[in-house]
Nanobody, 115 residues
């Protein structure tokens, strides 16, 4: 079992940057995969980025080249660096972890991209 707490959301202008953080309540060293999802109003939750234990990463096509996911096992934290933000990136961003094939979710952090 693991609790996840996201932080770092906020209001940013188009073209700006934000870094989200997801702190876990236990060591993430052995967690096979952790990721970030997002859900915009009226839309389904979608995968943004995932990072696996070996460091392999995958991204949604819509964020490739703009977002970077990373993990700091010593701090039990996963990050999402978001650059060149667009209005269509506006959403609640959720952290996710799979532990023993069970998905765990944080409560989310709101990112609003607007001028």
């Amino acid at each position: 079992q693991v609790q996840l707490v996201e932080s770092g959301g906020g209001l940013v202008q188009p073209g700006g940057s934000l870094r989200l953080a997801c702190e876990a309540s236990r060591s993430i060293f052995s967690i096979a995969a952790m990721g970030w999802y997002r859900q915009a109003p009226g839309n389904q939750r979608e995968l943004v980025a995932v990072i696996r234990g070996g460091g392999r990463t995958d991204y949604a096509d819509s964020v490739k080249g703009r977002f970077t996911i990373s993990r700091d096992n010593a701090k039990n934290t996963v990050y999402l660096q978001m650059n060149s933000l667009k209005p269509e990136d506006t959403a609640v961003y959720y952290c996710n972890a799979f532990v023993n094939d069970i998905p765990y979710w944080g409560k989310g952090t709101l990112v609003t991209v607007s001028s």
